[in-house]
């Protein structure tokens, strides 16, 4: 059975006309990682700036303010900067909260565990 598998794998690519299907890439986290969500509502961050969902900032409890944080999708490598301007996670087991826009920019979809690095 295994080596009929291995015969249909070896088929798809020419009928995808040569397309390879890329596996998603599986990263250990060098400096850690984080539990991740992403949110896109409010008016104010609690540092008074206003919340823009598709800005690239982050919520975590205990960051100052302005800190620069790299968040990295350990699936599939994309990463951004993010910068921490509110207060949160409130949800336990949660460790930061992306903008939509962070999270949208390393393709984390609702929740994940996300590499981090703080700059």
Not at 42 to 62: E, W
Not at 66 to 78: D, E, F, L
Not at 85 to 109: E, H, M, W
Request: positive net charge; contains cysteine; aromatic residues 4%.
């Amino acid at each position: 059975m295994a080596m009929n598998i291995a015969v249909t794998l070896l088929l798809v690519p020419p009928l995808l006309g040569g397309m390879a299907l890329a596996e998603p890439i599986h990263r250990a986290c060098p400096n850690g990682s984080m539990n991740a969500t992403q949110y896109s509502e409010g008016q104010h961050t609690a540092s008074g700036a206003p919340f823009r969902p598709d800005g690239l900032t982050a919520a975590h409890k205990r960051l100052p303010f302005g800190t620069r944080v790299r968040v990295t999708n350990p699936g599939t490598g994309a990463s951004t900067i993010v910068i921490i301007n509110d207060r949160g996670p409130y949800t336990r087991g949660r460790d930061i909260d992306l903008s939509r826009g962070a999270a949208r920019a390393i393709g984390l979809v609702d929740i994940g565990l996300v590499c981090a690095e703080i700059l």
